[in-house]
């Protein structure tokens, strides 16, 4: 194994073929970003999403996808000069990888709030690890969904961090209040069909539990584009505190944390998921900014 990829696993304590996976797809991530910011992706893009906070905030979740906005639409914007760019990359690590893009009018159970008209989906495919990966079976092939808005709304606030793995790179990317706004957005407008996607409401609980305020300008943009917000009124912290109360009312919590269980280590405090503790912590907690 290449020596960067071996350092990388080790804070991982991997246990069993699943975490084996779970940090493999975590590592190649992180690989597919330092190839991306080597082709000046990020000069017109940011970073979002559960990866994000993963990398950069320490969520203490898995995230399998790497969600990413222009900073201005763009609907003429390509990912594949960049996709070149993360494939010369991962070879570099001893993976092999094919890129293919994915129809988004594949009817799947669970449709993402941000799968839009202005989304290009791309699935990177990593076909083969030299050497192999222990854990991992070498015959399988792992996919990560790589998702770009090329319509972004407007109101989001972005910052430029820095990775130091598998070398230091830098990533912009989205600021807390404004990933909190697209997670909110995500609880409040993802069309959930049979499965709830508990990660949704376990990244709410960690930004209440940081102490961390919603972009509401963001928040009232993202409504707004995505056609759940239709008076002129600019929306108010009241506002979204009664749409959230409401959404919490008619969640299936037993379906969110049989999602959320794969991604996590410790699931007792899953126990506590409930209309009333959600509910409940949304009033003491939340906290809005313009």
């Known amino acids: 194994m290449h020596s960067a990829i071996e350092s990388m696993f080790e804070k991982y304590g991997c246990k069993n073929p699943q975490d084996y996976k779970n940090a493999l797809k975590e590592i190649i991530q992180e690989i597919a970003l330092l190839g991306l910011s080597k082709s000046g992706f990020f000069d017109k893009a940011a970073f979002y999403g559960g990866s994000a906070l993963r990398i950069f905030y320490n969520l203490d979740r898995f995230s399998e996808d790497i969600d990413f906005t222009l900073m201005k639409p763009d609907t003429k914007f390509s990912i594949t000069p960049y996709c070149t760019k993360v494939k010369e990359e991962l070879r570099a690590y001893g993976f092999e990888m094919e890129v293919t893009e994915k129809d988004k009018l594949v009817n799947t159970m669970i449709e993402s709030a941000f799968i839009k008209g202005g989304t290009l989906i791309h699935l990177l495919k990593i076909t083969s690890i030299n050497p192999p990966v222990t854990g991992v079976n070498p015959n399988e092939i792992l996919k990560i969904k790589l998702e770009v808005d090329i319509d972004p709304p407007t109101g989001a606030k972005s910052e430029i961090k820095y990775n130091l793995n598998p070398i230091p790179y830098y990533t912009r990317l989205y600021d807390l209040p404004s990933l909190f706004a697209g ?17 949704d409401l376990y990244d709410y609980v960690w930004f209440l539990s940081k102490n961390i305020a919603v972009n509401l300008n963001h928040i009232d943009e993202r409504l707004k584009q995505s056609g759940h917000k239709n008076n002129v009124e600019t929306l108010t912290h009241k506002d979204l505190l009664e749409l959230l109360i409401d959404k919490f009312e008619n969640i299936d919590y037993k379906q969110a944390t049989d999602d959320i269980k794969r991604f996590i280590k410790d699931s007792h405090q899953l126990e506590l998921w409930s209309k009333e503790f959600f509910q409940s912590i949304t009033k003491d907690k939340l906290k809005t900014e313009i």
């Open 183 to 199: 997670k909110i957005h995500s609880i409040l407008c993802r069309k959930w069909k049979i499965r709830v996607k508990g990660r």
